[in-house]
């Protein structure tokens, strides 16, 4: 396992969401990025999981693709980076940079309104 501190990490969250490419990330609207350590309780029983270790990220809200006129007023979506659990799969600084550059892709696929089906058919 590879561990960075908590300020290291969100350095590699916003490098990360550099590597975004321009014509999605002119999309995001009302979307937060936010590192928590480990999913809660409350996250595992809306997934319906017994075991959050291998929850390494979480994206709540509208997706994009469902958001219409209707839409607005409303509090943020939230895409969550799990720092334990992505750093609990890596052995360097290199593989860490990766895998949240990875979940950080996959989570932006939901939130563009991808299921999890065709996110891990995309290769996310």
Known sequence: MYSVTEEKFHEFVDLALETIPPNFKEKMDNLIFLVEDYPTSSDLERLKLQDGRMLL?????TPYTHRNTWYGNTVPD???LFHKNIESLCYNEAE????????MVHEIAHYFGMNEDEVRKAGY
Request: aromatic share 6%; hydrophobic share 40%; net charge positive.
């Open 78 to 80: 939230r895409i969550i």
């Open 57 to 61: 990220g979480l994206y709540s809200g």
């Open 96 to 103: 860490l940079r990766e895998k949240i550059r990875e979940v």
